[in-house]
Structure formats: structure tokens, C-alpha cells
């Protein structure tokens, strides 16, 4: 499970994302939203050179427990995690050197 272009509608328990081993950036977001379109490229670019680090691009919104859970408030957000254990977090982010960075802290 590398770079994902997908949203998923079913997102994953929190429990299952904090059992998760290595590496893992949860994306907050949704296909509409024009933030996170806007991101999308910097993030691709960004995991390219990390296709070991796995990538979940959840579609949020009211009612989501998931990212309700993390306390997201706006779109996109990245979570960086390393072993269930949030190590980094950019929200809205513009550029590829701020995924990139991130990235390497957890890879």
C-alpha cells in the first residue's frame, strides 16, 4: 500500500490505523475540494521518492469518526505516523519540500 490518487469513502478504524506497523500518512481531504486539489501534485511528488511510506487518502466530512478522532478542522490535512504514533502534521500544504521533509521523518 503505497501513494493512493483515490479517496476511500469506507475509511479505516482508528484502532486499525494505530495498529498499523512502519510508516503511514493519512490524508484528510475531499475530491471537491480545491485545497486539496491544489495539493495533490506536491503530495505525488512528495511520494515518489518514498514508495515504501503508506499512503491512506480518506474522504471527510461531518459525521467521520476518523477524522474527527485526529481533530481535523481543514482540508487537506497529512498525518504522519510511524508505528500508530503521530511524528509530523502539515496542514494545507503548498509545497513538495514540506511533504518531502515530513516524509523523511518517518520513513
Not at 515504501?52 to 498525518?79: C, M, N, Y
Amino acid at each position: 500500500m503505497a501513494y493512493s490518487e483515490a479517496f476511500l469513502e469506507t475509511p479505516p478504524t482508528r484502532e486499525a490505523v494505530d495498529a498499523q506497523h512502519g510508516p503511514l500518512v493519512v490524508e484528510f481531504g475531499t475530491p471537491w475540494c480545491g485545497h486539496c486539489k491544489a495539493a495533490m501534485s506536491h503530495v505525488a511528488a512528495a511520494f515518489a521518492n518514498y514508495p515504501q511510506v503508506a499512503h491512506l487518502r480518506i474522504e471527510d466530512g461531518p459525521g467521520q469518526r476518523l477524522g474527527r478522532s485526529f481533530g481535523v478542522k481543514l482540508w487537506p490535512t497529512l498525518v504522519f505516523l510511524r508505528d500508530g504514533v503521530e511524528v509530523a502534521r502539515l496542514v494545507r500544504p503548498t509545497d513538495t519540500d514540506a511533504i518531502d521533509e515530513a516524509l523523511a521523518r518517518i520513513a
